[in-house]
């Protein structure tokens, strides 16, 4: 049986805070790793240019609506030969570029609709 915890991936991501309201909890979640790979020439950058925050939906916790404030960085690439001047770090255990929801939610999700009979 897999080991299920709080954070999807608590390797790459860290807790900052929890923010509880009525509809949902919100966990305030910040990536831990110092360096980030250029998806367009792989090389490795630690140079951070700024920083931005994703909201995404992850599983619920005991029925109640989970959605994490993700901050993410935007890094500048370090190869002069690479056309990628800035790009954002990925977090691919956690979530896809330009998702709404977690990967594991969209696991879930999509073994729900397995589950289920279309029609």
Not at 57 to 82: E, I, K, Q, Y
Request: aromatic letters at 6%.
């Amino acid at each position: 049986m897999p080991i299920t915890t709080l954070l999807a991936d608590p390797a790459a991501i860290r807790l900052d805070c929890i923010r509880p309201s009525l509809s949902a909890i919100t966990l305030v979640v910040k990536t831990t790793a110092a360096q980030a790979l250029c998806p367009l020439c792989s090389w490795i950058s630690s140079r951070v240019h700024s920083c931005y925050t994703r909201a995404v939906a992850d599983l619920p916790w005991h029925g109640v609506a989970v959605r994490l404030r993700l901050c993410t960085r935007r890094f500048r690439c370090l190869n002069n030969l690479c056309q990628q001047r800035i790009f954002c770090e990925r977090l691919p255990r956690v979530v896809t570029r330009y998702a709404r929801k977690t990967v594991r939610m969209v696991a879930a999700l999509g073994s729900v609709d397995v589950l289920m009979p279309s029609g």
